[in-house]
RNA sequence: GGCCAGAUAGCUCAGUUGGUAGAGCAGAGGACUGAAAAUCCUUGUGUCCCCGGUUCAAUUCCGGGUCUGGCCA
């Protein structure tokens, strides 16, 4: 059995996980795609040393910011975590708000074909357009549902019809039939939602908050370690607007305005996202709760 | 007080050589097979500041007014 706790950015999720934990004995397994990262500290609220000793946490820091992070990394990273805690008689919760990571552990997120890095490197130098070209030759039978406007899509498309020498269509079946990487377990999800003002309130408090804490001295030192040649994480909220200003495209006073828009953007998407994607699931909310034990039917 | 410029979608603005208007951003909705806080898609009727004039027709031209900014006193 697996406990999963989610919930859009600065719902307040991370204090409710640490209570549910620690009072189970339990270990956290992070499901946050930028926590990996070390060095990205402030920007993306990680739980701090502090509340690291209070619970074990897992997946967190367990790259440099130039490194690549992907799902199926993830996937294998989480299962290990998830048996070692296992072994030691302890239970999991799983927390955060990545919610194609979260997606995981409910259905299948990504093919078994193997991408060598030359096949990647030549699909990489095409246009949208000259990828387009190929894809249709390579499957007659049409491009199913591919988002041909979407360029990461498409030549990720490609590659994985290059590398296997099947068609989407193919490959497609082939993948709705597999398993999740974690249905040996039975996983048990509840979200926790809270009211859109409020919401907004806390973003923007959040925000100042980060500044204050040092996010642009956070920005440089992670500039210093390679964080541009990682597009993902140079890209990602609360970064992406401190290059910015770093680079003179913003204002000093437009700063914390931008990265509280773009933050409730995220959470707008973050909404979609679990609305459409994830199975039903348990929701609360966050005023109503009182008790760690509230936040799942067990 | 005088002169000049501006007044158009929530915001910034474009435009109509006179036939009632459109971008970016925001907002809303959505997609999602190895970057996912990423990437991508869909969605724009608003007294075109007000009053009057010219005209078949004015948001567009003309006159007056109001407000905003700049310059001069």
Request: glycine share 6%; hydrophobic share 45%; net charge positive.
């Amino acid at each position: 059995m697996l406990h999963a706790l989610t919930g859009c950015t600065a719902v307040g999720k991370t204090e409710w996980a640490l209570r549910w934990a620690e009072e189970r004995g339990a270990e956290i397994v992070s499901c946050d795609s930028l926590l990996f990262y070390r060095g990205m500290d402030i920007g993306t609220a990680k739980p701090t040393q502090a509340e690291r000793r209070r619970v074990p946490h897992h997946l967190i820091d367990v790259c440099a910011v130039h490194e690549q992070m992907d799902v199926t990394r993830y996937v294998s990273l989480a299962r290990q975590a998830i048996a070692e805690i296992r072994a030691r008689g302890n239970k999991v919760l799983v927390t955060g708000g990545s919610g194609f990571y979260l997606k995981a552990f409910f259905a299948p997120v990504a093919d078994d074909v193997e991408v060598g890095p030359e096949l990647r490197a030549e699909v990489a130098r095409l246009t949208l357009e000259q990828a387009l070209v190929q894809l249709r030759e390579l499957n007659p039978g049409g491009l199913g549902e591919l988002d041909v406007a979407n360029p990461r899509r498409v030549f990720r498309a490609l590659e994985r019809c290059l590398a296997s020498g099947r068609t989407l269509m193919e490959l497609k079946a082939e993948f709705a039939g597999r398993p999740s990487a974690f249905a040996d377990h039975e996983v048990r999800l509840t979200r926790i939602e809270r009211e859109p003002a409020e919401l907004a309130a806390r973003i923007e408090q959040r925000v100042r908050q980060m500044l204050a804490d040092g996010l642009v001295a956070e920005v440089e030192r992670l500039r210093a370690a390679g964080l541009m040649e990682n597009p993902s994480a140079a890209r990602a909220i609360g970064y992406r607007e401190v290059i910015d200003r770093l680079d003179g495209r913003l204002r000093a006073e437009q700063l914390v305005g931008e990265i509280a828009k773009n933050t409730r953007a995220l959470v707008k998407k973050q909404r979609t996202w679990f609305r459409t994607q994830l199975p039903p699931h348990r929701i609360v909310e966050a005023a109503a709760l009182q008790s760690s034990s509230q936040l799942f039917a067990d």
